[in-house]
């Protein structure tokens, strides 16, 4: 604990955002360097990675990383070590809605995600990145944040992946809820809870957050909040250095495990 506060107490703060090329992972990533963070902007391209970088401006930098490609983690993990030591801020954003055919409209998506009829391995590929590989990177990523004075992860999930708002018969968007990728949000706030309770006796906070139902790539632009505003829970949750540990919140505030 002593070490960790004499390694970064004071210091400059450090981000990394995971799939910060282009949507709500970007708009996180411009927040954050905004508001005097110095922001590693995580792309599987590293063009685009740096394409976004340079868009944000002087406090970002752009870092490969594959959320399913380990060596990229260890490597990113590396980098960061070597230039700063510690991170303060982990932001698991990356994320993908469906492994299938590009193009389909939102609709035909969750029609083939249906528990009845997903692929085995479409659902193997999305748990891939949404969950295996947000445990891989907060793994990876553990020993940095353990050498920041108070250290924290947002996972970036989705209302879709809370089972009680599911369970409600009167929400909208039970409709959506599928296999391959709501269940798999499902999956990450397990994973959020997982860390949350281990490492609170560290004092590293680790926080679940939804944004609102956003035009991105991930629905092909369906969604109905521009990305700038469905992504200022995300942006809120990011920022807030001094809120309680375990926390599931859309944009309207809690939302239910
Ligand atoms: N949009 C919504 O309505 C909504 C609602 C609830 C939750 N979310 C969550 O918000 C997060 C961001 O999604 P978005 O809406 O901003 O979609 P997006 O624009 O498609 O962004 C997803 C990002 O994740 C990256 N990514 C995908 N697979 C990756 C991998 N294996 N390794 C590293 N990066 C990877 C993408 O990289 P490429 O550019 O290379 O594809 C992209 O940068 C996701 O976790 C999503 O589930 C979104």
Do not use: C
């Amino acid at each position: 604990m002593e070490n960790r506060k004499e390694s970064s107490a004071n210091k400059q703060l450090i981000a990394l955002v995971t799939g910060a090329n282009q949507g709500v992972g970007f708009q996180i990533a411009k927040a954050l360097a905004n508001n005097g963070y110095i922001v590693y902007v995580g792309s599987r391209n590293p063009e685009n990675g740096a394409k976004a970088a340079t868009e944000i401006g002087d406090n970002a930098q752009a870092v490969e990383l594959d959320v399913t490609k380990l060596a990229t983690l260890s490597a990113a993990a590396a980098h960061i070590a070597k230039e700063h030591g510690y991170l303060d801020l982990l932001v698991n954003n990356a994320g993908i809605s469906h492994a299938g055919k590009p193009g389909r409209t939102l609709q035909e998506v969750v029609q083939a995600n249906r528990a009845s009829k997903a692929s085995l391995d479409e659902v193997r590929t999305v748990w891939e990145t949404n969950v295996f590989g947000t445990i891989a990177v907060t793994q990876t990523m553990l020993p940095l944040l353990r050498k920041a004075s108070v250290a924290r992860i947002v996972n970036v999930s989705s209302g879709l992946g809370s089972l009680s708002w599911i369970a409600d018969p009167a929400t909208w968007e039970r409709e959506h809820f599928d296999l391959v990728y709501g269940a798999s949000k499902t999956a990450m706030n397990a994973v959020t809870m997982a860390f949350a309770l281990e490492l609170e006796k560290e004092n590293i906070k680790v926080n679940a957050v939804s944004p609102g139902f956003t035009a991105t790539a991930l629905n092909n632009f369906q969604g109905t909040d521009s990305v700038e505003v469905g992504s200022r829970e995300p942006i809120r949750v990011a920022l807030d250095t001094n809120g309680p540990n375990m926390t599931f919140t859309g944009p309207e505030g809690p939302l239910q495990w």
